[in-house]
Protein backbone atom coordinates (compact mmCIF):
# COMPACT_ATOMS: atom_id res chain seq x y z
CA UNK A 1 0.00 0.00 0.00
CA UNK A 2 1.16 3.47 -0.59
CA UNK A 3 3.08 5.81 1.90
CA UNK A 4 0.50 8.62 3.42
CA UNK A 5 1.81 11.74 4.22
CA UNK A 6 1.92 11.61 8.14
CA UNK A 7 3.80 15.15 8.57
CA UNK A 8 3.65 18.19 7.78
CA UNK A 9 0.38 18.15 8.66
CA UNK A 10 0.11 18.86 12.60
CA UNK A 11 1.08 15.71 13.01
CA UNK A 12 -0.30 15.61 16.66
CA UNK A 13 -3.36 17.46 15.21
CA UNK A 14 -5.51 14.30 17.45
CA UNK A 15 -3.40 12.91 20.24
CA UNK A 16 -5.63 11.61 23.13
CA UNK A 17 -8.32 11.64 20.53
CA UNK A 18 -10.85 8.12 20.34
CA UNK A 19 -11.74 7.39 16.92
CA UNK A 20 -14.64 4.27 14.99
CA UNK A 21 -14.22 3.53 11.81
CA UNK A 22 -16.60 1.33 9.70
CA UNK A 23 -16.13 -0.37 6.46
CA UNK A 24 -12.37 0.20 7.76
CA UNK A 25 -10.98 -3.11 6.01
CA UNK A 26 -10.10 -1.46 2.87
CA UNK A 27 -10.10 1.62 0.32
CA UNK A 28 -10.78 5.27 1.65
CA UNK A 29 -12.06 4.28 4.96
CA UNK A 30 -8.56 2.35 5.62
CA UNK A 31 -6.56 5.45 4.30
CA UNK A 32 -8.80 7.36 7.04
CA UNK A 33 -8.23 4.94 9.91
CA UNK A 34 -4.56 5.50 8.85
CA UNK A 35 -4.47 8.66 9.10
CA UNK A 36 -6.30 9.32 12.00
CA UNK A 37 -3.99 6.87 14.03
CA UNK A 38 -0.95 8.50 12.59
CA UNK A 39 -2.13 12.06 14.37
CA UNK A 40 -1.94 10.32 17.14
CA UNK A 41 -6.28 8.76 17.44
CA UNK A 42 -6.69 5.31 19.07
CA UNK A 43 -9.08 3.65 16.32
CA UNK A 44 -11.63 1.06 16.81
CA UNK A 45 -12.51 -0.28 13.05
CA UNK A 46 -15.05 -2.87 11.63
CA UNK A 47 -16.06 -4.38 9.05
CA UNK A 48 -18.22 -7.03 7.64
CA UNK A 49 -14.95 -9.44 7.23
CA UNK A 50 -12.86 -11.00 10.16
CA UNK A 51 -10.04 -11.42 8.47
CA UNK A 52 -9.84 -8.24 6.22
CA UNK A 53 -10.69 -6.17 9.48
CA UNK A 54 -8.18 -7.79 11.77
CA UNK A 55 -5.57 -8.10 8.45
CA UNK A 56 -6.14 -4.05 8.32
CA UNK A 57 -5.78 -3.76 12.09
CA UNK A 58 -2.68 -5.13 12.17
CA UNK A 59 -1.44 -2.87 9.57
CA UNK A 60 -2.47 0.23 11.51
CA UNK A 61 -1.28 -1.27 14.20
CA UNK A 62 2.05 -2.02 12.98
CA UNK A 63 2.87 1.76 12.25
CA UNK A 64 2.40 2.32 15.86
CA UNK A 65 -1.13 2.42 17.65
CA UNK A 66 -3.69 1.17 20.03
CA UNK A 67 -6.07 -0.25 17.70
CA UNK A 68 -9.70 -2.55 18.07
CA UNK A 69 -10.37 -4.27 15.40
CA UNK A 70 -14.14 -6.04 14.88
CA UNK A 71 -16.15 -7.93 12.44
CA UNK A 72 -19.62 -6.20 11.99
CA UNK A 73 -22.16 -6.32 9.52
CA UNK A 74 -23.58 -2.75 9.40
CA UNK A 75 -27.18 -3.83 8.40
CA UNK A 76 -27.05 -5.49 11.88
CA UNK A 77 -27.27 -2.81 14.58
CA UNK A 78 -26.92 -4.78 17.25
CA UNK A 79 -23.21 -5.88 16.13
CA UNK A 80 -22.62 -2.28 15.85
CA UNK A 81 -23.53 -0.92 19.38
CA UNK A 82 -21.54 -3.88 20.22
CA UNK A 83 -17.95 -2.38 19.01
CA UNK A 84 -19.56 1.33 19.53
CA UNK A 85 -19.40 0.06 23.42
CA UNK A 86 -16.61 -1.92 23.27
CA UNK A 87 -14.69 0.51 22.13
CA UNK A 88 -15.34 2.84 24.32
CA UNK A 89 -15.08 0.82 26.92
CA UNK A 90 -11.43 0.13 26.37
CA UNK A 91 -10.27 3.87 25.31
CA UNK A 92 -12.89 6.06 26.60
CA UNK A 93 -15.66 8.32 24.64
CA UNK A 94 -15.76 8.46 20.82
CA UNK A 95 -14.68 11.89 19.74
CA UNK A 96 -14.33 10.87 16.28
CA UNK A 97 -17.36 8.35 14.40
CA UNK A 98 -16.08 7.89 10.40
CA UNK A 99 -19.16 5.98 8.41
CA UNK A 100 -18.18 4.92 5.16
CA UNK A 101 -19.25 1.27 4.68
CA UNK A 102 -20.84 0.44 1.12
CA UNK A 103 -21.06 -1.65 -1.70
CA UNK A 104 -21.52 -0.52 -5.48
CA UNK A 105 -21.59 -2.27 -8.84
CA UNK A 106 -22.62 -0.66 -12.50
CA UNK A 107 -25.95 -1.98 -13.26
CA UNK A 108 -28.83 -0.27 -15.53
CA UNK A 109 -31.68 -0.01 -13.81
CA UNK A 110 -34.14 -1.84 -16.13
CA UNK A 111 -31.42 -4.76 -15.06
CA UNK A 112 -31.29 -3.89 -11.33
CA UNK A 113 -33.18 -6.27 -9.53
CA UNK A 114 -35.48 -5.09 -6.11
CA UNK A 115 -33.54 -6.85 -3.88
CA UNK A 116 -29.95 -5.56 -5.87
CA UNK A 117 -31.50 -2.07 -5.01
CA UNK A 118 -32.59 -2.80 -1.50
CA UNK A 119 -29.74 -4.35 -0.29
CA UNK A 120 -27.24 -1.04 -1.58
CA UNK A 121 -29.72 1.03 0.55
CA UNK A 122 -29.94 -1.42 3.46
CA UNK A 123 -25.82 -1.55 3.62
CA UNK A 124 -25.01 2.31 2.42
CA UNK A 125 -28.13 3.91 3.80
CA UNK A 126 -29.47 2.07 6.98
CA UNK A 127 -25.70 1.24 7.88
CA UNK A 128 -24.82 4.74 8.33
CA UNK A 129 -28.09 5.29 10.21
CA UNK A 130 -26.53 2.38 12.30
CA UNK A 131 -23.42 3.52 12.64
CA UNK A 132 -24.22 7.13 14.02
CA UNK A 133 -27.10 6.53 15.73
CA UNK A 134 -25.10 3.42 17.94
CA UNK A 135 -22.07 5.58 18.68
CA UNK A 136 -24.57 8.39 20.04
CA UNK A 137 -24.45 6.91 23.55
CA UNK A 138 -20.69 6.71 23.60
CA UNK A 139 -19.87 10.11 22.30
CA UNK A 140 -17.97 12.91 24.06
CA UNK A 141 -20.57 15.18 24.57
CA UNK A 142 -19.68 18.34 23.76
CA UNK A 143 -16.99 17.69 21.28
CA UNK A 144 -17.97 14.38 19.61
CA UNK A 145 -17.09 14.75 15.19
CA UNK A 146 -19.30 12.65 12.91
CA UNK A 147 -18.61 12.36 9.29
CA UNK A 148 -20.64 10.00 6.71
CA UNK A 149 -18.71 8.90 3.30
CA UNK A 150 -20.97 10.15 0.79
CA UNK A 151 -20.55 10.62 -3.16
CA UNK A 152 -21.06 13.42 -6.15
CA UNK A 153 -23.88 11.01 -6.82
CA UNK A 154 -25.55 12.20 -4.02
CA UNK A 155 -26.61 15.35 -5.90
CA UNK A 156 -25.81 14.65 -9.36
CA UNK A 157 -27.71 11.54 -11.27
CA UNK A 158 -25.45 9.69 -13.07
CA UNK A 159 -25.97 6.19 -15.58
CA UNK A 160 -26.26 3.04 -13.85
CA UNK A 161 -26.20 4.49 -10.36
CA UNK A 162 -29.28 4.54 -8.95
CA UNK A 163 -29.22 2.68 -6.06
CA UNK A 164 -25.99 3.88 -4.76
CA UNK A 165 -26.59 7.37 -5.35
CA UNK A 166 -30.05 7.01 -3.94
CA UNK A 167 -28.28 6.05 -0.63
CA UNK A 168 -25.46 8.36 -1.41
CA UNK A 169 -28.81 11.07 -1.45
CA UNK A 170 -30.18 9.32 1.81
CA UNK A 171 -26.80 9.94 3.86
CA UNK A 172 -26.82 13.88 2.79
CA UNK A 173 -30.28 14.66 4.40
CA UNK A 174 -29.22 12.37 7.35
CA UNK A 175 -26.07 14.04 8.24
CA UNK A 176 -28.61 17.54 8.41
CA UNK A 177 -31.21 15.99 9.93
CA UNK A 178 -28.85 14.69 12.72
CA UNK A 179 -26.70 18.25 13.08
CA UNK A 180 -29.40 20.05 13.82
CA UNK A 181 -30.71 17.34 16.80
CA UNK A 182 -27.65 16.66 18.07
CA UNK A 183 -25.85 20.23 18.06
CA UNK A 184 -27.42 21.06 21.36
CA UNK A 185 -25.14 18.17 22.78
CA UNK A 186 -21.70 19.57 21.31
CA UNK A 187 -21.88 16.86 18.35
CA UNK A 188 -21.29 17.77 14.97
CA UNK A 189 -22.42 15.62 11.87
CA UNK A 190 -20.90 16.47 8.36
CA UNK A 191 -20.18 14.56 4.91
CA UNK A 192 -17.66 13.67 3.17
CA UNK A 193 -17.78 13.50 -0.54
CA UNK A 194 -14.70 11.71 -2.56
CA UNK A 195 -14.44 12.31 -6.02
CA UNK A 196 -12.46 9.32 -7.87
CA UNK A 197 -9.61 8.03 -5.87
CA UNK A 198 -6.91 5.91 -7.34
CA UNK A 199 -5.95 2.61 -6.31
CA UNK A 200 -9.16 2.11 -4.58
CA UNK A 201 -11.76 -0.87 -5.07
CA UNK A 202 -14.23 1.54 -6.08
CA UNK A 203 -13.00 2.98 -8.94
CA UNK A 204 -11.18 -0.65 -10.18
CA UNK A 205 -15.10 -1.71 -9.91
CA UNK A 206 -16.61 1.48 -11.69
CA UNK A 207 -14.01 2.32 -14.27
CA UNK A 208 -11.92 -0.68 -14.79
CA UNK A 209 -10.41 -0.20 -18.10
CA UNK A 210 -7.52 2.37 -18.98
CA UNK A 211 -9.78 4.57 -21.13
CA UNK A 212 -12.53 4.77 -18.75
CA UNK A 213 -10.12 6.27 -16.27
CA UNK A 214 -8.81 8.35 -18.92
CA UNK A 215 -12.68 9.58 -20.11
CA UNK A 216 -13.62 10.01 -16.53
CA UNK A 217 -10.35 12.18 -16.10
CA UNK A 218 -10.89 13.88 -19.30
CA UNK A 219 -14.17 14.93 -18.04
CA UNK A 220 -12.76 16.21 -14.55
CA UNK A 221 -12.06 19.86 -13.89
CA UNK A 222 -9.28 19.45 -12.04
CA UNK A 223 -8.05 16.34 -14.62
CA UNK A 224 -6.99 13.74 -12.35
CA UNK A 225 -7.67 11.16 -10.23
CA UNK A 226 -7.53 12.28 -6.59
CA UNK A 227 -5.33 10.10 -3.90
CA UNK A 228 -5.22 9.01 -0.86
CA UNK A 229 -3.14 12.16 0.51
CA UNK A 230 -6.07 14.13 -0.48
CA UNK A 231 -8.98 12.65 0.85
CA UNK A 232 -7.34 12.02 4.38
CA UNK A 233 -6.57 15.73 4.33
CA UNK A 234 -10.22 16.77 4.17
CA UNK A 235 -10.73 14.14 6.95
CA UNK A 236 -8.57 15.20 9.53
CA UNK A 237 -10.43 18.55 9.07
CA UNK A 238 -13.84 17.66 9.75
CA UNK A 239 -12.59 14.94 12.39
CA UNK A 240 -9.94 17.74 14.37
CA UNK A 241 -11.00 20.89 15.77
CA UNK A 242 -9.97 22.19 12.94
CA UNK A 243 -13.74 22.28 11.44
CA UNK A 244 -15.23 22.91 15.18
CA UNK A 245 -17.82 25.67 14.11
CA UNK A 246 -18.26 23.52 11.16
CA UNK A 247 -21.50 21.06 11.33
CA UNK A 248 -24.70 19.61 8.07
CA UNK A 249 -22.68 19.88 5.84
CA UNK A 250 -20.87 18.24 2.70
CA UNK A 251 -17.48 18.48 2.53
CA UNK A 252 -16.53 18.35 -1.32
CA UNK A 253 -13.36 16.34 -2.01
CA UNK A 254 -14.14 15.50 -5.87
CA UNK A 255 -11.69 17.67 -8.22
CA UNK A 256 -15.12 19.62 -9.42
CA UNK A 257 -16.63 16.48 -10.29
CA UNK A 258 -20.14 17.69 -8.82
CA UNK A 259 -19.86 20.74 -11.28
CA UNK A 260 -20.60 18.41 -14.21
CA UNK A 261 -18.09 17.54 -17.65
CA UNK A 262 -15.50 19.97 -17.79
CA UNK A 263 -14.06 17.70 -20.83
CA UNK A 264 -12.08 19.99 -23.51
CA UNK A 265 -15.46 19.01 -26.11
CA UNK A 266 -18.26 20.17 -23.76
CA UNK A 267 -16.33 23.91 -23.16
CA UNK A 268 -15.53 24.82 -26.12
CA UNK A 269 -17.33 27.42 -27.57
CA UNK A 270 -20.22 26.64 -30.00
CA UNK A 271 -18.72 27.59 -33.61
CA UNK A 272 -19.75 30.90 -34.97
CA UNK A 273 -22.07 31.19 -38.12
P1 LIG B 1 -14.01 -0.32 -0.27
O1 LIG B 1 -12.56 -0.42 0.01
O2 LIG B 1 -14.68 -1.47 -0.90
O3 LIG B 1 -14.74 0.07 1.10
C1 LIG B 1 -15.96 -0.43 1.49
C2 LIG B 1 -15.82 -0.94 2.92
O4 LIG B 1 -17.12 -1.23 3.43
C3 LIG B 1 -14.98 -2.19 3.04
O5 LIG B 1 -14.16 -2.04 4.19
C4 LIG B 1 -16.00 -3.30 3.28
O6 LIG B 1 -15.38 -4.29 4.05
C5 LIG B 1 -17.06 -2.51 4.06
N1 LIG B 1 -18.39 -3.08 4.01
C6 LIG B 1 -19.13 -3.42 2.91
N2 LIG B 1 -20.32 -3.90 3.29
C7 LIG B 1 -20.34 -3.88 4.65
C8 LIG B 1 -21.30 -4.25 5.62
N3 LIG B 1 -22.49 -4.74 5.27
N4 LIG B 1 -20.99 -4.08 6.93
C9 LIG B 1 -19.79 -3.59 7.29
N5 LIG B 1 -18.84 -3.22 6.42
C10 LIG B 1 -19.12 -3.37 5.11
O7 LIG B 1 -14.35 0.90 -1.19
P2 LIG B 1 -13.82 2.39 -1.49
O8 LIG B 1 -13.89 2.49 -2.94
O9 LIG B 1 -12.57 2.75 -0.78
O10 LIG B 1 -15.04 3.27 -0.88
C11 LIG B 1 -15.07 3.67 0.47
C12 LIG B 1 -16.19 4.68 0.67
O11 LIG B 1 -15.97 5.83 -0.17
C13 LIG B 1 -17.57 4.17 0.30
O12 LIG B 1 -18.54 4.75 1.16
C14 LIG B 1 -17.76 4.69 -1.11
O13 LIG B 1 -19.13 4.81 -1.48
C15 LIG B 1 -17.10 6.04 -1.00
N6 LIG B 1 -16.63 6.62 -2.26
C16 LIG B 1 -15.59 6.04 -2.91
C17 LIG B 1 -15.08 6.63 -4.07
C18 LIG B 1 -13.86 6.04 -4.76
O14 LIG B 1 -13.25 6.71 -5.57
N7 LIG B 1 -13.47 4.80 -4.46
C19 LIG B 1 -15.68 7.80 -4.58
C20 LIG B 1 -16.77 8.34 -3.91
C21 LIG B 1 -17.23 7.75 -2.73
P3 LIG B 1 -15.81 -5.83 4.14
O15 LIG B 1 -15.79 -6.36 2.77
O16 LIG B 1 -14.83 -6.45 5.07
O17 LIG B 1 -17.15 -5.81 4.77
Redesign the pocket.
Known amino acids: METLATSGFAPDLLQGKVALV ?8 LAIARRLAAAGARVAM ?4 AE ?2 EAAGALVAAEGQEVLARA ?4 DFDAVAAVAAEAAQRFGPLDIVVS ?5 FHAPAAHLSANGFKTVID ?1 DLI ?1 NFNVLRASFEHLRKPGASLFS ?1 T ?1 PGAEVPGLFQVH ?1 NAAKAGINMTVRCLAMEWGPAGVRVNALS ?4 AN ?4 SKLAASPEREQALKARLPLRRYGDFDDITNAALFLASDLSRYVTGTVLDCDGGMRLGDASADALSPPARG
Open positions: AGASSGINLSRSRIADVRGAAGNIGIAAPGPITPGM
